[in-house]
């Protein structure tokens, strides 16, 4: 099955910070999206991005499918921002379900 | 309105017990989800349902049955649990299926502890 990788795993920002995390994937995909699993546990899509470039507020998303990969850009951090963010892609396997990567962690300090 | 809601938030039981999670949409989906999110925060799709039929089982143990009596609803029953199945159960909808793709909305999660 396709593979999903993030980076970096794990991610420490002072309040007000700019980060990029990425997400390489293995095969061509026809869905691939960024949720946000907050401290409570709830996962919040942000973006549904296969292709092209999207921006949500501070938050902004580019997915390069040709080269096989996403890239999510938060800017000017918070602390609401903290938790897990997560990129799922669905292949062409007829099936629509999404194929997780494992998170990356990110921690934002006052 | 919650989009996708799922009871109970919590479940703790003993080992051996059977028990249900519940999961409805108001969203008019035809494509809803069962996913699992171990200690590792590892993400998994159990099962998959597009108009009350199953499109997909990953392996999943057969004490794991997904019922769905409408459209709006799919229930995942677990027979007789073990101590490994403690996690967050996630349910989720989509427009589309069957190969076409479309945004996945995720319910608030369910989190199942076997003692």
């Known amino acids: 099955g396709i593979q999903v990788e993030q980076s970096p795993p794990d991610l420490i920002l002072q309040e007000g910070a700019n980060s990029t995390l990425r997400c390489n994937f293995s095969d061509s995909v026809n869905n691939l999206q960024w949720f946000h699993q907050n401290p409570w546990g709830q996962l919040i899509n942000l973006f549904y991005i296969p292709s092209g470039t999207k921006q949500n507020g501070r938050l902004s998303a580019t997915t390069v499918a040709t080269e096989r990969y996403s890239l999510l850009y938060i800017s000017s951090s918070q602390t609401t921002d903290s938790g897990v963010y997560f990129c799922?892609?669905?292949?062409?396997?007829?099936?629509?379900?999404?194929?997780f990567g494992k998170g990356t962690m990110l921690l934002v300090s006052p | 309105d919650t989009a996708v809601s799922q009871t109970p938030k919590y479940l703790v039981t003993q080992m051996g017990n059977d028990k249900s999670i519940k999961c409805e949409q108001n969203?008019?989906?035809?494509?809803m989800y069962w996913y699992k999110q171990d200690s590792k925060k590892f993400l998994k799709i159990m099962f998959s349902?597009?108009?009350?039929?199953?499109?997909i089982n990953e392996t999943v143990p057969n004490r794991f049955s997904p019922k769905s009596p409408d459209k709006a609803h799919l229930n995942l029953h677990i027979n007789s649990l073990e101590l490994g199945d403690s996690a967050v159960y996630f349910c989720?909808?989509?427009?589309?299926?069957?190969?076409?793709?479309?945004?996945?909305?995720f319910g608030p999660g369910t989190r199942l502890t076997v003692l």
């Open positions: 969203l008019g989906h035809d494509t």
């Open positions: 349902y597009n108009n009350k039929e199953l499109i």
């Open positions: 989720a909808t989509s427009a589309l299926a069957g190969g076409n793709t479309d945004t996945q909305y």
């Open positions: 799922a892609v669905d292949d062409y396997s007829g099936y629509s379900t999404l194929t």
